[in-house]
């Protein structure tokens, strides 16, 4: 091995390992009888997409539990793959195409899918390439896209034997319409924004009287299709009209006055319009009193032919003005008043949805939800956090059906076939649908040109991307799967469906015993679910290219490195809560990597120098001889470290188990072990104690380096080659460090602690006092009980060592010390004498001018406070800052004067 370089390089590391890592197959899981798996299938981004910091953030939480259970001894398979994303690829091809002046109807089905195929093996692999710069120890070999064939055959199978158990149909229904894409979305595939607009109040005349009925509608243009009036049968001021008609202003078409339930009576005048075809309240409206439903759009969103002649090719907003406006004209406009209500829209291209009546596939999903809602209930698959248990039992048990038909041309086609005679079924090949239709061979079968959605084939992820529905023994034994981390807006869209979706399909599968699977622990498609927390900029906002405030995560990382990244981002995310991120805030990753690096140098340096040429060859166990204070103390905190790391991960606290490893490597490693056992490699004992000692401290690092690996894999592979001779093993999968209770020792950990304190104390001592750093100083303690005496007793050569003290004297009498500087630790009183040390008029002078400097600051900054003009009109964090200084300097000024009264 090469010595270490002065400072780390991220770039002279990273790809240098990923690459080996790849090269020996190390990412790779596979079937081990004698090993518990530990199973990830990864949430598949869309092959369009490239990496965001909400990437980052699930992908590196995903990792970190990956290598941790790798190294634990688990047979860890971390499933990877891609979402075929059927609008939003569609929504990228055909905008490549437009640049050249091409539509997709100018290429026609067959050809523009084979531009999607084209444009996805030239652009789809982006992302993939980034998460491997994140670090990403994904088992590429068994990679996956939601199309390729295996999965492909999967969704036919599904589809199939859905159809066959009758929770497949087809049937005319009001779906969520996307007039730009022309084609259905579910209800998940819908965001609601809140909207200011209008509420218009349009009367309906009385057939036979002067009386009108008055209703209130936000889309006055689908009046055109009312079909009846409703009012509440309990409403007593309409029971009279209720089986009259009214006449349907501008369209002149009689219309039945209704009693229904559904009938909120305090809205408006407690009548309202009935559009069928237009809202999906209004279709069961008509369902249950047989009313005509009246399509008054096409696909487009363009009045057709269903309205009067003046209305027809209008688009619906334009169509909207023109009623409005006619309706005010011929005396039908009662009022309108402004309106704040919620608007869907378009997830994919936010345009407003119409709420439209068409011929679409559906799936049953009351059948499946009962299952998938038991399992969550009785524990069997947990949230983390449990909030989103609430959220998931309310829908599940709300649960409508799932339109799953797709108008577009990019994604898996429905494999439902149709007859000469107009008979249909579906099938897995044109062969088997001419079998189930009873035709003979060669009889010309038609397929349904609508494609599934993209979660059609997403449900399916945790068994289909393990081969099924081929039975094999990667399937009986990678799944359940174990974890999935994912975010919490798509707990409908995929999480509650795959949990559906495995129940209903893997049962009757051979599970790992290879007896058919019965039992909801073995149906269930993982048993933890992380739901991640929504990255955030400094401010608060969520990050959006439209803020411009969402830093792109290669340029984080050529700038700190993907350990700094991942470090930060994990120290930064606490379970459940958003995360406030800068690309500044990496300071504190690359800071880390920093101190690790140059901890590791400063022991392979006395390693070379203690050991000779050949340096120091490690033990694989602990060098357990001459053992002091300071080595039991930090083996008590190594093994604290190592339960709480591991508790804080199978809790799913990552943000903790990131804190404890940054706590035990910067504080207790480096800032005081390495100090503490300063003073044993350059002190008076043998060297073959050194060595010893030495060996121990190297041991220690080692630990440690296993303990952050699955955070900064990088850095800590690279110093983990240098410690040893390896033999071309790796730390990727070495041994994680088991706790040992024999080590831990409370009492040992609060003397140490104690002392510390001491020790800091000593040094702030020094400082406020300006005593150079060459001086040595005496001590003066007056103990607060004889075991403080004990322990400075006990400790006293790194008391004299760490704090450049002389002696260490015990007070006998309640007078202090003259001309003394003090603190207080843990009841004891620290002193330390001054005369002798500091030329006392100087440092008196120097104190009083700095008191005073600083009290006309603190006279400036209040007055400054003090001004209205300033407060009012000066940014907020600006003022904020001022405060700050004024407190600080407020503070300072009473330190200064505490130790120029010690000086009296």
């Not at 084979?114 to 068994?142: A, F, P």
């Amino acid at each position: 091995m090469q010595e270490l370089q002065k400072a780390y390089e991220p770039k002279n590391v990273e790809d240098k390992w990923y690459s080996r890592w790849e090269s020996e197959n190390l990412f790779h899981g596979t079937v081990k009888k004698d090993r518990q798996p530990y199973t990830i299938v990864i949430p598949p981004p869309n092959v369009t997409g490239i990496l965001t910091m909400g990437h980052v953030l699930n992908n590196t939480i995903q990792d970190i539990l990956v290598r941790w259970k790798r190294m634990q001894g688990f047979e860890a398979c971390w499933v990877p793959g891609t979402d075929h994303a059927g609008i939003a690829t569609q929504n990228a091809v055909e905008k490549a195409l437009a640049k050249d002046g091409i539509r997709r109807h100018d290429l026609g089905r067959e050809k523009f899918v084979e531009r999607v195929w084209q444009w996805k093996e030239q652009y789809g692999g982006t992302i993939i390439r980034q998460l491997k710069k994140l670090g990403t120890s994904c088992d590429w070999e068994r990679e996956r896209f939601t199309m390729d064939q295996g999965l492909s055959d999967a969704v036919r199978e599904v589809f199939v034997r859905m159809f066959d158990k009758g929770l497949i149909y087809r049937g005319k229904y009001i779906v969520n319409w996307c007039t730009y894409h022309q084609t259905a979305l579910s209800d998940d595939e819908v965001d609601y924004v809140e909207s200011n607009g209008n509420l218009w109040h349009i009367r309906y005349p009385i057939e036979g009287t002067r009386e009108f009925a008055v209703v209130a509608t936000t889309r006055p243009e689908t009046m055109l299709g009312d079909t009846a009036i409703a009012v509440n049968p309990r409403d007593e001021r309409y029971k009279k009209m209720v089986g009259k008609f009214a006449i349907l202003p501008l369209v002149n078409r009689r219309i039945p006055i209704i009693a229904d339930d559904y009938v909120d009576e305090t809205f408006g005048s407690g009548m309202v319009k009935v559009t069928p075809a237009h809202d999906p309240n209004d279709f069961l409206i008509g369902q249950r009193h047989n009313l005509e439903q009246i399509n008054i759009l096409d696909e487009k969103g363009t009045l057709n032919s269903s309205v009067p002649d003046q209305y027809r090719g209008l688009e619906r907003t334009e169509g909207r003005k023109k009623v409005v406006k006619d309706l005010e004209v011929q005396g039908f406009l009662v009022k309108t008043d402004p309106y704040t209500h919620n608007i869907g829209k378009c997830y994919r291209c936010h345009t407003v949805i119409e709420p439209y009546l068409s011929d679409q596939w559906f799936v049953k999903m009351k059948p499946l939800a009962e299952p998938a809602l038991r399992v969550v209930r009785e524990g069997k698959i947990r949230f983390h956090p449990q909030r989103w248990e609430k959220v998931y039992d309310h829908w599940m048990t709300n649960i409508r059906d799932w339109c799953i038909s797709r108008q577009i041309w990019w994604g898996h086609r429905i494999p439902v076939y149709y007859g000469p005679d107009g008979a249909f079924t579906a099938a897995r090949s044109e062969d088997e649908a001419r079998k189930r239709l009873g035709l003979k061979a060669g009889t010309p079968v038609t397929q349904d040109e609508d494609v599934l959605d993209t979660w059609f084939s997403s449900w399916l992820w945790p068994f289909s991307t393990l081969g099924w529905p081929h039975d094999n023994e990667d399937l009986r034994y990678f799944n359940p799967t174990s974890t999935l981390v994912t975010g919490p807006d798509i707990i409908f869209f995929w999480v509650a469906r795959m949990i559906m979706a495995n129940m209903e399909f893997m049962r009757g599968e051979p599970g790992s015993n290879g007896a058919p699977r019965t039992a909801d622990d073995q149906l269930v498609p993982f048993r933890d679910v992380y739901f991640t927390s929504i990255i955030r900029d400094a401010q608060g906002r969520k990050m959006s290219k439209s803020l411009g405030n969402s830093p792109d995560p290669l340029d984080v990382i050529d700038q700190y490195g993907a350990d700094a990244l991942r470090f930060t981002i994990a120290y930064l995310s606490p379970l459940g809560q958003d995360v406030l991120f800068s690309s500044e805030k990496c300071e504190l990753g690359r800071n880390f990597a920093n101190k690790i690096w140059n901890a590791g140098r400063f022991l392979l340096m006395n390693k070379a120098e203690l050991g000779g040429p050949s340096g120091i060859i490690q033990n694989a166990t602990l060098p357990e001889e001459h053992l002091d204070l300071a080595d039991r103390w930090i083996l008590s905190r190594l093994h604290h470290t190592i339960g709480s790391f591991n508790t804080s991960l199978t809790e799913f606290h990552l943000n903790e188990a990131s804190k404890a490893i940054y706590d035990f490597i910067w504080h207790d490693f480096c800032d005081w072990y390495v100090e503490l056992a300063k003073t044993r490699f350059y002190g008076d004992e043998p060297e073959e104690t050194k060595k010893i000692v030495l060996g121990r401290a190297l041991w220690i690092f080692d630990r440690a380096l296993r303990l952050l690996h699955p955070i900064m894999p990088f850095v800590t592979e690279e110093l983990w080659q240098h410690l040893a001779e390896r033999d071309g093993a790796s730390l990727m999968v070495a041994q994680f460090p088991a706790i040992e209770s024999r080590w831990i020792d409370q009492k040992t950990e609060d003397e140490m602690a104690f002392v510390q304190d001491v020790i800091n104390a000593i040094r702030n001592i020094r400082g406020e006092n300006n005593i150079a750093p060459s001086k040595e100083i005496k001590v003066q303690v007056r103990h607060a009980s004889r075991s403080s005496a004990a322990t400075l007793n006990l400790y006293e050569k790194y008391l004299k060592k760490l704090g450049r003290v002389s002696s260490i004297e015990s007070l006998p009498t309640p007078d202090n010390p003259r001309l003394s500087s003090s603190a207080v630790v843990g009841g004891s009183e620290i002193f330390v004498p001054l005369e002798g040390l500091i030329d006392l008029d100087v440092e008196r002078g120097r104190l009083e001018k700095e008191i005073a400097r600083l009290q006309q600051v603190i006279e400036a900054t209040g007055r400054k406070l003090s001004n209205p003009s300033f407060v009012e009109r000066a940014p907020k964090d600006v003022v904020d800052k001022e405060r700050e200084k004024l407190t600080s300097f407020q503070a300072t000024v009473e330190k200064l004067k505490a130790n120029l009264a010690h000086l009296q």
